[in-house]
């Protein structure tokens, strides 16, 4: 497997002052939407960050729209949007995106996830003309159905380079999936980490939220499915607030289980130590009022909200699942758990709350590892050098 760091110095200067005077590049995103959601905040990180003057991109969504569509189209970026029926299953959908490609002709297409990859992939063979196809695989659970596994393996055989977000997702590809080493490279996701620690009003903000503005904050940004493990996160809080009996946990995000970890909140006696935000677009601000970050996860790809958290100087307790080692250096920036495990959750957390000096010594280190290896500038320049090798 190739690294993002060895793609992101090979040859770039060469390659860059051979296009100068050449035509842009024709570059495709496509994703199932742009809804607020990891893999979505990836393909508007790297509309804001890929380089312009050399590619000229647009998206594909295979669903609808969403709510980062606007944000890519104030770049000047358009965003089109090819709709499927939700209640059938359309086999054929790969003919509609090959209509696509033929009216508009693309030289990469960069697909993320499964039926982006059917789709793009199969359009992009029936048209012809396309010189180089990427696919990034975001976060999935290993093993997959094997109807998914399957149809990366037979088209893995098309696609230039398959993309993996972190050590463990690319290492799944190959164990499971049984994709060649040589087709794989990590590029690991970025973020663009500037308002992150813009000046706030922090009692104002706590105010807002309804958190007392001396109580200690727990929290984290997640869509809220069984994916993110925050039925573990509820069970751990009554140990913690024995520890701590002011604290507050916030959880902003909203998602199909949403009523139940409610419920579960009550069931347990935290209710009303637990604020449910809903979505929210002002997470950098949030941030800022956090004492510890908590992902409890049951599996990850590599997660936005880390190398945000990170960004924002946030001390981390996290599980050791999928990506999560790569952003979460235990004992650096914040501590693993294992996955299921509340007492572990709780005992990490309660020692981070009450070890201010450690808090802060984790944030310094998250940002700084954060610049050096998480920015989207990064993760753009990695991603330009699997675009240029045959564009």
């Not at 995106?97 to 990469?108: E, I, N, S, T």
């Not at 009996?245 to 579960?264: F, H, K, S, T």
Request: with cysteine.
């Amino acid at each position: 497997m190739t690294s993002s760091t060895a793609l992101a110095n090979a040859d770039r200067t060469d390659r860059r002052s051979s296009r100068s005077s050449a035509p842009k590049i024709r570059l495709l995103q496509i994703t199932h939407d742009l809804a607020i959601g990891g893999l979505q905040q990836v393909v508007v990180n790297l509309c804001r960050t890929l380089n312009r003057s050399i590619f000229d991109i647009e998206v594909l969504c295979l669903r609808a729209p969403g709510e980062f569509a606007p944000e890519i189209e104030r770049l000047g970026i358009p965003v089109t949007v090819l709709p499927q029926n939700p209640r059938h299953t359309d086999y054929f959908s790969f003919l509609k995106v090959a209509k696509f490609l033929r009216d508009r002709k693309f030289d990469v297409i960069h697909t993320h996830n499964t039926q982006p990859l059917v789709d793009g992939t199969l359009g992009g063979l029936l048209v012809g003309g396309v010189r180089t196809i990427v696919h990034t695989d975001h976060a999935r659970q290993f093993p997959d159905k094997r109807r998914y596994m399957f149809a990366e393996w037979v088209l893995s055989h098309w696609v230039y380079r398959i993309v993996g977000v972190s050590n463990e997702t690319s290492k799944n590809l190959v164990d499971y999936e049984k994709i060649s080493p040589k087709k794989i490279v990590t590029i690991r996701n970025g973020v663009v980490g500037d308002t992150f620690q813009r000046p706030i009003n922090k009692f104002a903000k706590r105010a807002e939220l309804g958190i007392p503005s001396s109580a200690p904050v727990i929290g984290l940004a997640a869509r809220l499915t069984e994916q993110k493990g925050l039925t573990f996160l509820l069970q751990a809080l009554p140990a913690v607030l024995r520890a701590q009996r002011d604290l507050r946990l916030v959880i902003a995000g909203d998602g199909p289980l949403r009523r139940n970890l409610e419920e579960e909140a009550q069931r347990v006696g935290v209710g009303s130590h637990v604020h449910f935000l809903g979505p929210r677009t002002d997470m950098p601000d949030i941030l800022q009022l956090f004492d510890v970050y908590v992902l409890p996860s049951i599996w990850e790809g590599l997660p936005m909200v880390l190398l945000e958290a990170m960004a924002a100087g946030c001390p981390i307790v996290a599980t050791n699942v999928g990506g999560n080692p790569d952003a979460v250096r235990d004992g650096y920036n914040g501590y693993l758990v294992p996955a299921r495990d509340p007492d572990a959750l709780a005992t990490r957390v309660i020692g981070l709350l009450s070890d201010r000096r450690q808090r802060e010594e984790f944030g310094r280190n998250g940002r700084t590892l954060f610049d050096r290896e998480f920015s989207a500038a990064i993760m753009a320049r990695s991603y330009e050098q699997l675009y240029l090798r045959h564009a």
